[in-house]
């Protein structure tokens, strides 16, 4: 059900190499047979090299900052050491030209934007294309925006008239640092054990600074150890611990204060606290506009079958509460092995279910005014797309409409068609964010891409 686990990420990147070997193979074949043009050919390794470089965890990595190519689409990192990979299989009269287009700015496959399908009078666009394993994102005052990734690096991307400007790396060499928060001129960044800070970084762009630690004493394990995180209305630091598991009790945590919770600290780290109990993963999180009540995402526990139990959507009403885990599951499926003794009646139910397996992530209310005025103050939320189903569901952003108070919760998908007909993925949405002209950006860390969603009425 969580599509966003790390237990699993070494299995993982077997299958995808696996999967990608056969493709290439399948593709080079195809073009041996003749029965494939040279631009076919040419594109189709273009694409996988490409999906390579944005998935494979053991990859070299170029430090450098990229620059700009044509408008606003970025050019590649350098061509590295996965060109071998993909050119193994092929012939040598295909080869050459396969270096030389791969190694080109033009080889970039384009993405199929065209296959997302939105409701009428709104429209989706490519803001940038080179920010592998993007996850989540925050925007400074002075308009840059700072992207997380899985693989280690932290991207600033400097915004004019809805354009990347300027692409920085600000960061680099961290363990996991998928969350990013901007608060009183510093950009605070998670790193599994860590929350490090970047000091006056809007003005040091293109020379960051060091990263200063606020704390290092969160939990080390990598299973569910990513963190998005957030300032709240308090001025505090909100940092997840996700459980280090697929379902557990933690022996050396019965009060289940430092895994599968959601705690707060000041912005120098001091004083972190448990706020919410019972939380498996929360990867995405923000404060009612109105009320400031604090609403999450929760991934439920894998294993269960393709239908049970739901990913949810929890509304915490006061500090303190325990949403269930690992007793509990989607708020009204006991765990087989931890639930006896513990009924769901007894744990806060969620605002609705998501659905099993979606792997919802990140999630933002919209406060803007572009889009039409039935959108004022319903929620986003980026579904990952489930990885342990017998047919894949999420790989979509949905829109969820609910009263203050949590009731009369509607659910609607929003952005759709990352998922192929055929169950092939191009694309994962991680995160969403809405933008002070009132479009939506969307990340998706499988595409490395970041997308900006606009609204006229048809």
């Not at 803001?127 to 932290?154: N, Q």
Request: charged fraction near 20%; aromatic fraction near 8%.
């Amino acid at each position: 059900m969580n599509g966003d686990r790390s237990a699993s990420d070494t299995h993982h990147g077997q299958r995808f190499a696996q999967a990608s070997e056969r493709q290439r193979a399948g593709i080079c074949a195809r073009a041996a047979r003749a029965n494939t043009s040279l631009v076919s050919f040419i594109a189709d390794l273009a694409r996988l090299w490409r999906r390579d470089n944005a998935q494979s965890p053991e990859r070299t990595i170029d430090q450098a900052p990229h620059r700009h190519g044509v408008g606003h689409r970025l050019s590649p990192a350098p061509l590295m050491h996965p060109a071998p990979r993909i050119l193994h299989p092929c012939q040598a009269r295909f080869a050459l030209v396969a270096i030389l287009v791969l190694g080109a700015p033009l080889a970039r496959a384009a993405l199929p934007i065209e296959r997302i399908r939105l409701p009428a009078g709104f429209h989706i666009e490519v803001l940038a294309d080179d920010i592998p394993g993007a996850r989540e994102m925050t925007l400074s005052p002075t308009g840059t925006l700072y992207v997380g990734s899985m693989e280690g690096r932290v991207h600033a991307l400097e915004l004019r008239d809805a354009s990347v400007i300027k692409h920085h790396v600000v960061a680099s060499g961290l363990t996991m640092p998928v969350g990013v928060a901007w608060h009183d001129g510093a950009l605070y960044i998670s790193a599994v054990s860590k929350i490090v800070r970047l000091d006056a970084i809007d003005t040091h762009l293109d020379a960051p600074p060091k990263p200063a630690i606020v704390t290092d004493a969160l939990p080390a394990e990598r299973h569910h150890g990513w963190k998005f995180i957030a300032f709240g209305p308090d001025g505090k630091l909100y940092v997840p611990q996700g459980a280090p598991c697929n379902v557990c009790l933690p022996a050396s945590d019965p009060q289940r204060d430092h895994y599968a919770m959601i705690g707060r600290m000041n912005p120098d780290g001091t004083h972190y606290e448990t706020i919410a109990r019972g939380v498996r993963n929360t990867v995405g999180f923000a404060w009612h506009p109105r009320t400031h009540e604090l609403w999450f995402t929760d991934n439920g526990r894998d294993m269960m079958g393709d239908d049970i139990p739901d990913d949810k959507l929890n509304r915490l009403a006061r500090v303190g509460l325990d949403f269930g885990f690992p007793y509990c599951h989607g708020g009204n499926v006991a765990d087989p092995e931890f639930g006896a003794g513990h009924p769901c009646s007894g744990f806060t139910p969620p605002v609705m279910g998501l659905g099993a397996h979606v792997a919802a992530l990140g999630m933002r209310f919209y406060t803007g005014t572009m889009f039409p005025a039935g959108y004022r103050d319903s929620i986003f939320i980026a579904e990952h797309g489930s990885w342990n189903r017998s047919s894949k569901v999420g790989y979509r952003v949905v829109r969820v409409t609910a009263n203050a108070d949590g009731t009369n919760a509607h659910q609607e998908v929003f952005a759709q068609g990352w998922l192929n007909p055929d169950e092939t993925v191009w694309g994962r949405p991680a995160d969403v964010l809405p933008l002070p002209d009132g479009s939506l950006l969307i990340s998706d860390d499988y595409a490395g891409a970041i997308y900006r969603v606009t609204y006229a009425k048809p």
